[in-house]
Nanobody
Framework: QVQLVESGGELVQVGGSLRLSCAVS????????MGWFRQAPGKEREEVAT????????GYADSVKGRFTISRDNAKNTLYLQMNSLKPEDTAVYYC???????????????WGQGTQVTVSS
């Protein structure tokens, strides 16, 4: 069955960096758009970054542009999110998801991981 497993979340200080990973199985990873989303306590889930099946197109939320980089290794069936210059407002549970098409809309994503907690401490 389709599985997405995030890892890499932890407590980090303001200005620090983290790299999240999402290991997938149960489907042909190289055929799908993938995305990272996040949800902070009391807030709606929001799109963070999106990457096309071949890595040729990427998209970012305005709040993370220039600080976060999404990438993928289709040979390793793994999605990444490099996060630099972290801010307290980046604190959230981060989810990876498989998309039905290239989109920044969460309803276009049909499979989700369990999430990994990122906490940015000031």
């Amino acid at each position: 069955q389709v599985q997405l497993v995030e890892s890499g979340g932890e407590l980090v200080q303001v200005g620090g960096s983290l790299r999240l990973s999402c290991a997938v199985s149960g489907f042909t990873f190289s055929m799908y758009t993938m995305g990272w989303f996040r949800q902070a306590p009391g807030k709606e889930r929001e799109e963070v970054a999106t990457i096309a099946w071949n890595g040729g197109d990427t998209g970012y939320a305005d709040s993370v542009k220039g600080r976060f980089t999404i990438s993928r290794d289709n040979a390793k069936n793994t999605l990444y999110l490099q996060m630099n210059s972290l801010k307290p407002e980046d604190t959230a549970v981060y989810y990876c998801a498989r998309g039905r098409k290239y989109s920044q809309v969460s309803s276009d994503y049909t499979y989700w991981g369990q999430g990994t907690q990122v906490t940015v401490s000031s």
